[in-house]
């Protein structure tokens, strides 16, 4: 953090709770949980800042945190920045997630596609690896984009889109105008799967 404000170097990070960090944002904190309850909500969600700074800082930081309670209690999230705009809201919420969420994508690209098994003595074909798996990652998310929002395969990992809908059994019967497949009776994705397969097909001309 010292390096990045010696050198211009805008940063967020996450930051660990304390007893002291608890005691800063605890008039926000113990609203946030009488106003869930008075609104029979099940998630309310509320945000604020403080200045902080721990021993080894030397310095106090802008820390914004994000104050959810449930049914199951008060859950708190803290990060901290040099970025001096925005609001609370936006710093935790467009800003931090939107990092954690690009870390999401590319753990799916390399552990879920195997995108880091660069093994080959060639540096070319290396290179050649990893396109082939960038292309297997771009086919995977635009599978998963496709399917409607209200199903749960929608928000699901590569790995579970692999085991759900590609490496499935059925019997294929092709034809010179079509091509058909059946399912087994039992099969829980065999509707999703069709419109998905309706839904991706070329238009015609």
Known sequence: ??????????????LPGNKVLDRLVEPAADDVPVRRAE??????????EARYGAKSWRCERRVAARIEATTKGLDIRFV??????GSAEWLHDTLYC?????ENLIKLHKSQLASDRTS?????ANQVRLVLHTGAYWLMLGL????PKPQPLARAEFITLRMRLIKIGARIAETASRVRIAFAAAHPEAALFAGLARFLQPAGP
């Open 1 to 14: 953090m010292a390096f990045c404000e010696a050198n211009g170097v805008g940063y967020i990070l996450g």
């Open 39 to 48: 609104a029979q909500a099940m998630v309310l969600r509320r945000y604020t």
């Open 80 to 85: 901290v920045t040099n970025i001096a705009g």
């Open 98 to 102: 939107a990092r954690g969420q690009a």
């Open 120 to 124: 080959c003595r060639s540096a070319l």
């Open 144 to 147: 998963r984009d496709a399917i």
